[in-house]
Every structure is written in C-alpha cells, then in structure tokens.
C-alpha cells in the first residue's frame, strides 16, 4: 500500500515550456487535490476533484489545468510555465465519506523550478 | 469564511520542554480543526482533528490540542519536546462546502528543538 504517489520529485523548467505532474493514490479514495507550498504561505489548494469526472478550481488556479484520468490518478498540468509559479505541489486524496472530519492523506511533493 | 491564524512562524524549544503551537481561527460556524505535522523533505500527515466529540483531543507522537470556543483557540501542545518532534506544523480548517473536504492552512510554525 504505497498511499499517494507524485511524480517526478524534482524538475526544473524554461519559462514558457510546459509539463505534467502525475498523482496516483491507491486507498480507493474519492476526492483528490493539488496544493501548492510557497515559504511563509501554508498550502494553497490550485484544482480538486470531489469524485471521478468531476474537477473544480480551488484558490490559485490561473494557469493550470487538470485531469481525473480515472478514480486512482489526477494530473496536473502547467501550459506555459512561469517564475511565478516556483514552488512545491503537493497531491492529497481523501475518502469524503464525512466530509466534515474528512482527513487527507499526502504524498511526497514535486519540487518545481522555473528558470 | 473560515480561516486560522497560526502566531510565530519559528518556535524553539529546549529537549525536554513543554511544546505549545498556537493557532486561532475565524469561523462563523462550527469548525472542524486538524492539526498536521511536515517533516523535512516531506508530505504532510496528520496529528490529529476536532470533530466535536471532545474538545480535548489527542494525536499521535503525544500531541494533543484543546478546542476552546470563548477564545477561538486550537493550540497544540506536547509536554516534553524530543528532538525527533522538530518540523513544520500546520493548522487547518474545513471549509465545508459541496462534496469535498477543502481545506484552509494557516503559514505553518517551523520547530526547533535543541540540545
């Protein structure tokens, strides 16, 4: 049971260039998010999927865009990256069963440089 | 809308000492409170959560943290730091709306703990 997986762990890109961060989470969870870690900011949620086929933005979701391939995997992905967004992107799952006490589990993060 | 305000972005601690973690929230309703725990060069875990059982609640590694309304207080404490226990903590809160679990994290609180 590996929990939620993120890959890669590192990159570093050129403005303008674009990628994907892959998510994986094999506790048959529900809902699904992205989060971004900036110094001095907690964790910003970008997009979330409260179910399979379904996605919704969260607090900073200017230039991203997601996909809920299926109920394990949620994509994240950046067209034309940016300086601005430098940062470390953070995957989580929950089950949404109850949603007020509903816990989330993370995976590792992506450490993601723009030059 | 709901938020939390975590007070001092760096703690420190002696080994030994009592560790106390303040964090306030703003909520016009009930919240429901988590404390997680992320350790360097990784994911975040959660500590523990209010979910209004008890406002008493206690987590793993010895943690716990008390709800108490009249202050809109959700401090975590842990009565004898060990050197294992230095990292950041967040505080969050839910913010329940639709079919996920959206949470809202406070700046974080790094901890140190020395010899």
């Known amino acids: 049971n590996a929990g939620v997986t993120q890959t890669p762990k590192f990159q570093v890109l050129k403005t303008g260039q674009s990628m994907t961060l892959q998510c994986a989470q094999d506790?048959?969870?529900?809902?699904m998010y992205w989060y971004r870690q900036d110094p001095g900011m907690g964790l910003r949620l970008i997009y979330y999927s409260a179910s399979e086929g379904t996605t919704d933005k969260g607090e900073v979701p200017n230039g991203y865009n997601v996909s809920r391939l299926n109920k394990r995997e949620f994509s994240l992905r950046l067209e034309s990256a940016a300086p601005s967004q430098t940062s470390v992107y953070f995957c989580?799952?929950?089950?949404?069963?109850?949603?007020?006490?509903?816990?989330?589990?993370f995976g590792p993060g992506t450490r993601l440089t723009v030059l | 809308a709901q938020s939390v305000t975590q007070l001092g972005s760096h703690v420190s601690v002696s080994e030994g000492a009592l560790v106390l973690l303040r964090c306030n929230y703003s909520s016009s309703v009930p919240p429901y409170l988590f404390w997680y725990v992320q350790y360097p060069n990784q994911g975040l875990q959660l500590l523990l959560k209010y979910t209004s059982a008890a406002t008493l609640v206690k987590g793993i590694n010895g943690f716990e943290a008390e709800f108490k309304k009249s202050e809109t207080s959700f401090h975590l404490t842990k009565p004898s730091a060990h050197m294992s226990d230095a990292a950041e903590y967040f505080c969050?809160?839910?913010?329940?709306?639709?079919?996920?679990?959206?949470?809202?994290f406070g700046t974080g609180t790094r901890l140190q703990v020395t010899l």
């Open positions: 969050a809160v839910i913010r329940n709306t639709g079919t996920a679990s959206k949470l809202t």
């Open positions: 989580a799952s929950s089950e949404a069963r109850i949603i007020r006490i509903d816990t989330q589990y």
């Open positions: 506790m048959n969870h529900n809902s």
